[in-house]
Every structure is written in C-alpha cells, then in structure tokens.
C-alpha cells in the first residue's frame, strides 16, 4: 500500500502552489490512490478551499463523498463551527455521512489497509492545522506522506492532533462498493 501511495513529487503544480494547500491534496492523493480521474479545480472548488481557511475536515468527507468514493468522519465535538463548516455539516447530513467520535491512533490504524485510508488533520511545529494521508506505519512510526518528515511517532501525533484548537479529526476513504 505505501509503495502504491502517490509521491509527493507527483502532487500536480496547481495544487502544489496554492497557500493552504494540504487539504486539496490529500483529497486528491485519496483520488489517485482510488483511481479516480477529477480535475485540480473541481477538487479545489468541492473541497471549498478558501485563502483564508483552506479546507475544512468536514468538507474534505463531502468532496470525497461526491467523487464517488466512501468516506466516514469521525471528530471532536466542533462547539464553535465557522459559517462554511455548518453549511459543510447539513450537506454531509444530506449523503447520509455522519459525524463519528474520534479515535485513538491505535484504533484508527486497525481501520487502515489496502482499501482504506485515512486523512488526518493535526498541528505542525509552525502552530498551522495540516492534513496529512496516514496510510500505515513503518519502523513503528506514522506514515504521513505529505507531513515535514513523511512520519511521525505516534506519541507526537497525539500530541500534535490534541493541541489546543485543533479538533481530533480525520475522514475515512475507501472504494464504494458495488451494489447488487
């Protein structure tokens, strides 16, 4: 699965060069690894982007939602969501996706495999919420690809998505299945 995973060299100039940009591309790493063929701009545009917030967890599950991958979001309890976000929680509410509690790193990796990713979001040492894939672990770290060192041990990242304003949240993905 990691090997399978796009690089960061492959992350399209577009998405690359916009501030913020974290959250677009993981929605579109997700995309890649899944298979599916979406334009730069309809990603930045589902996912809601704005300069001045970037992208929003629940938001990222919409996206995905819409590019017809299954996603599930689980969260802190969000006691004071901007505008955008409640917009982003009614249409969620709408496709059935639900808001699921958060989960420990132990229990988020068991849900983690070949057909099953996770995207995270957590602090970076520049004191910025960043979203990150997590896609497994290694040497008994982390892997967060597009993270300042690509891993993490898992006592930094509770640290790191535990701090102060900064919600325990993350979007399950993985293939729809077929229905008979």
């Keep these: 699965m990691i090997e399978d995973f796009p690089t ?5 100039k577009k998405l690359f060069r916009i501030d913020g940009n974290c959250g677009p591309v993981s929605a579109w790493a997700a995309l890649q690894y899944f298979k599916k063929r979406v334009s730069q701009n309809r990603i930045i545009s589902a996912c809601h982007y704005t300069e001045k917030h970037g992208v929003f967890t629940i938001w ?3 996206a995905l939602h819409e590019f017809g991958l299954a996603v599930r979001f689980l969260s802190d309890p969000d006691r004071n969501p901007k505008d955008i976000e409640k917009i982003g929680y009614r249409v969620a509410q709408k496709y059935g996706i639900k808001v699921e509690p958060a989960i420990q790193p132990n229990e988020l990796l068991k849900t ?11 602090n970076t040492d520049l004191d910025q919420g960043h979203f990150s894939p997590l896609i497994g672990t290694r040497n008994g770290k982390l ?7 690509g891993m993490m041990s898992k006592v930094e990242f509770v640290k790191r998505s535990s701090a102060s304003d900064i919600l325990r949240q993350c979007v399950l993905v993985s293939r729809k299945s077929a229905t008979p």
């Design 143 to 149: 892997v967060l690809p597009y993270s300042e060192k």
């Design 8 to 12: 960061i060299l492959e992350i399209p």
């Design 60 to 62: 990222l599950a919409v």
């Design 112 to 122: 983690i495999d070949r057909e099953t990713i996770a995207i995270v979001f957590y």
